[in-house]
């Protein structure tokens, strides 16, 4: 959180409402400390907005490389040497090379004095194999080893400015874990945008785990401001004589610390933290490489996706195992982890992917529990295939088509029961269950019958039309199902032909051959229509209905690019794999 300046003794009022872009001095008028601090908060606020158009709060501005060392070799040692206590000069082991009696050596990049049970260790990089057998190539419990004057000239020792000139050994614990392999993260120097501010990082190296090279945690910058006196700094006085005056201190200063530090993976205090990476097991899980852009990285995911899409640069793969590791399975994880046999952990493989033009990639597996199927529904003779080209549905079917031969079928005018005319022609591509099953009643079990090559006589349409459908020597007829049309007004029907109309339009909405349907129940076939409240019946009515709702019967011709119209029913899978 940003620093607050409007306090004793510095006083930055400062209100960007105001719209305050500059301070005028005037002759003959004191300049306050105020003025003079608002001045440099109007020039840093400045900077601020155009900073935070390209860069996020903490992004990487001039790279920092981050490296985790997972071969951050150690040795124990024992408190003592020839008597004399090895804290005294464990510092001054630094960047030497030390060495054991077989030509074994190895700098020294790092220690830490004793801690609890923890005993004086130092961390370093083996620079050869030993020249006795030039195999060995660790350092042996109970040696003792010695950074030599010989080994640590600045010829032999380029990290070294001056010649060492007193030898110091060491001797190693007489311990099994006396000899092993941390683990570290170290920072190189950089800049991240930080409130506002490009703050510039120093070279950093922090230990994650002492003795163990599979460390969990979030690496990244803790940041510290503070105010800095000449009290503090002896360099903020007054050097207007070329040397510092401590009787004249002068202005103090803020200061924006980053300072590298390590966190739990499950820790949530970041309100003062940047992260920068993040290790699990040893397995790196996150890693920042390039700067976070801000306003410019929408622009630029805009574009991408624009010109582009959402698409895979390295496909995510997916790794099918089992949950609990059984040992002889590939399972994930033991059942004292946390297995679980009624699951299947997915792996996925790491990958990189652009999503509407904005990067993402991952760098480790992860892991996804999924619940197995335990439940299943038995499905018995339902038909799966898919339809092709061109269907309409029917019932009552008597028969079947021959789809080999793409049989010709006619289109007729009234449904099988009454006396239909042929109208137009059709050839049968397919005839598949629709919905019910074939041990049902056929009178009310509807198909999709695949029709095409559909040749209407003049003056006639397939959707208002056509009632059923019948081979040449009927023995294939079916009758369409209707998708009826619903009509204007309500209608009442006697035990005559006459049909009486309230509201309705019958001299546009009805024409003879229609089949009307009243509350859902067929009345008849029209003969004629006298005008928009009257028509007649080709029979009488088969129900008496008062003031009922109206409509025409419809065959519906479903087509391969009216998609909403096809309806399928999706059954689990009968076979349960596990």
């Not at 990082?201 to 800095?228: A, C, H, M, W």
């Not at 503090?232 to 300072?259: C, F, M, Q, V």
Request: aromatic letters at 8%; proline letters at 3%; hydrophobic letters at 35%.
């Amino acid at each position: 959180m940003a620093t607050n300046f409007n306090v004793v003794p510095y006083y930055d009022d400062y209100d960007s409402d105001k719209n305050f872009h500059r301070v005028l001095f005037r002759p003959g008028f004191a300049v306050q400390a105020r003025e003079l601090t608002q001045l440099q908060t109007i020039l840093q606020k400045q900077l601020e907005r155009f900073g935070s158009h390209v860069f996020q709060e903490g992004s990487m501005v001039i790279p920092g490389d981050l490296n985790f060392d997972l071969e951050y070799d150690f040795v124990k040692l024992q408190s003592t040497y020839n008597g004399e206590s090895v804290e005294t000069y464990r510092a001054n082991l630094l960047d030497k090379i030390i060495s054991n009696t077989s030509g074994l050596k190895a700098r020294v990049i790092g220690s830490t004095a004793v801690d609890g049970t923890d005993p004086i260790t130092l961390y370093i990089k083996y620079e050869n194999t030993a020249t006795s057998d030039n195999t060995t190539q660790v350092f042996a419990r109970n040696e003792v080893l010695t950074a030599t004057n010989a080994n640590n000239t600045t010829t032999t020792n380029t990290n070294l400015t001056s010649n060492q000139t007193t030898e110091y050994s060491v001797q190693v614990e007489d311990t099994e874990t006396a000899v092993g392999t941390g683990s570290a993260a170290r920072v190189h120097a950089g800049a991240y945008y930080v409130l506002g501010n490009f703050v510039a990082n120093t070279e950093q190296t922090i230990l994650l785990d002492k003795y163990s090279n599979t460390p969990s945690y979030r690496i990244g910058f803790t940041i510290t401001e503070s105010f800095v006196t000449p009290e503090d700094d002896s360099s903020l006085t007054d050097n207007a004589r070329g040397s510092t005056n401590e009787n004249a201190p002068g202005a103090h200063r803020y200061k924006i610390l980053l300072t590298l530090a390590k966190k739990t993976l499950t820790s949530t205090d970041d309100d003062d933290f940047i992260e920068l990476a993040r290790i699990n097991g040893g397995k790196v899980e996150k890693f920042v490489k390039y700067a976070d852009y801000s306003e410019l990285e929408h622009t630029l995911a805009r574009r991408t996706y624009d010109e582009s899409g959402s698409y895979e640069v390295r496909p995510f793969l997916m790794d099918v195992r089992e949950h609990l590791d059984d040992g002889t399975n590939r399972g994930i994880f033991t059942a004292g982890n946390g297995g679980d046999a009624t699951k299947v952990a997915l792996g996925i493989e790491p990958g990189k992917a652009y999503v509407e033009g904005y990067e993402l990639e991952t760098m480790t597996q992860q892991i996804v529990a999924v619940d197995k199927p335990r439940t299943f529904d038995r499905v018995t003779d339902k038909p799966i295939q898919t339809s092709v080209g061109n269907y309409v549905l029917v019932e009552a079917l008597v028969g079947l088509p021959d789809v080999d031969s793409f049989e010709q079928v006619n289109l007729r005018d009234e449904l099988t029961a009454d006396s239909p005319s042929t109208i137009g022609t059709a050839r049968v591509r397919s005839i598949e269950l629709h919905d019910g099953d074939y041990t049902g009643t056929l009178a009310t079990t509807r198909f999709k019958l695949g029709l095409f090559d559909i040749q209407m006589n003049s003056g006639k349409d397939f959707a208002r039309d056509v009632k059923s459908v019948a081979n040449s020597g009927a023995t294939f007829t079916c009758d369409i199902d209707s998708t009826d049309v619903t009509l204007t007004g309500t209608v009442t029907t006697t035990a005559d032909p006459t049909v009486t109309g309230q509201g309705t339009l019958f001299l546009t909405e009805v024409q003879a051959g229609d089949y009307l349907i009243v509350n859902g129940i067929n009345v008849g076939v029209v003969s004629s229509v006298t005008n928009n409240l009257s028509l007649e019946l080709a029979a009488n009515a088969s129900s008496s209905i008062t003031a009922g709702q109206l409509k025409r019967f419809s065959a519906d011709l479903v087509r391969p690019d009216q998609k909403t119209s096809i309806r399928y029913k999706l059954f689990p899978c009968k076979k349960n794999p596990w």
